[in-house]
């Protein structure tokens, strides 16, 4: 007798009922941590220390560890006093196009973007 798969095991007396789905416990915890890791981004709370990290090295890589410049032009507020933070979370989330500025939106949040914008307005000069 040949032996019967799970999709013909669920057929019985004509009726076809769905074959329940097992899922592995390493994939229900890894689904369960992404979920938590998501909502816990979705937090509403800025962490300061983090932001200046970004901006330090995630900017600084292309406007230097300084932020005097490099690629990018010089991001000192003495540089930016001129610039409405308005302006510059704009510039933040949607970049500059045909320029090597990218757009942000898609990794952060408008309240870090205009975070990050009060900040390189507010820092002390370095």
């Given at each position: 007798m040949a032996k019967l798969?799970?999709?013909a095991s669920a057929i019985s007396c004509g009726v076809q009922r769905p074959v329940a789905r097992r899922h592995s416990v390493p994939s229900v915890l890894l689904t369960t941590a992404v979920l938590i890791a998501t909502s816990a981004f979705?937090?509403?709370t800025l962490d300061p220390n983090a932001l200046k990290r970004l901006v330090?090295?995630?900017?600084g890589?292309?406007?230097g560890l300084s932020l005097k410049g490099g690629l990018g032009p010089d991001l000192r507020s003495e540089t930016l006093e001129h610039y409405d933070a308005d302006v510059l979370t704009g510039v933040i989330l949607d970049g500059i196009?045909?320029?090597a500025m990218p757009p942000w939106r898609p990794l952060i949040s408008e309240e870090e973007a205009e975070w990050i914008?009060?900040?390189l307005l507010e820092q002390e000069a370095q």
């Open positions: 798969g799970r999709r979705a937090a509403d330090h090295q995630d900017c890589s292309c406007h196009p045909d320029t914008a009060r900040y």
